[in-house]
């Protein structure tokens, strides 16, 4: 029951409702200024910088999933308080709605529509997908492409192709090695490594554009567990004035818990 709940929990976690604005592809191309001599810390500091100002975002798109050999395509509705909240809604064929979910900073609640299940379980249960998922929201800042290096690692830092690579240990003896895009102050790649060495993960972000002021990708792909999970955003809005967080725990669904 853990690897389909985990499909499903891909599903909520990267994917509410409501129009949202369409995307102007005009984000900065070509080399930043300053390259190759910029400093880890004024890489990090940039990267943050630039992301602070986005603290809730409305997401449509269409989503697929293969994991384990079998591929799944849906379309979603995210609306995120980061650091705070998200929900989701995930349409199949038709608009038909399979499921609902909730995010918080902590726990993940999932309706699932089709089959009358409602999975409840610890944020952490996504680690599978995205290592640190539980951490500050990672999971879903890596499904918007709003990742921020770690300001208190001891990033060893090369520079190549227009990019900066910062790669270091984390606390719990894994590592974490971060592309950089310094003509947008984005996180275009992670690769995550376990403990022992051994690749865990890899999220990608791509196709820049400019929404309501502020930089995001169009296309994001995490890797992690036996399950690739691509989005490709259709529409986005940044700071929008309306946002609304809607979710209602389901009467009658069998309760799947998962740790």
Known sequence: MLRPALAALGLLLIAGCGPTGPLVRDAPEGPAAGYPNHSVGTIVESVAASVAPILSVAADGDVRIDQDGSDQSA????RTRLGDSTTVVVRG??????????????????????QDELVIGPLSAADAIVPGASRDGRVVRAALGLLVPEADVAWSLTAQDGTYQLT????????RAYTVDPSVWRVVRVVEFGPDGRQVGVQTAEAFDTVDGAVLPRRIRLEGAGTVVELEHRRLAVNPPDLRLRFSRPEGYQVIEIR
Not at 168 to 175: K, Q, T, V, W, Y
Request: no cysteine; net charge neutral.
């Open 75 to 78: 379309t979603f509705s995210l």
């Open 93 to 114: 064929p038709l608009g038909i709605t399979a499921g609902r979910g909730l995010v918080t900073a902590d726990s993940v609640f999932l309706a699932n529509a089709l």
């Open 168 to 175: 270091g240990r984390l606390s719990d003896a894994s590592s």
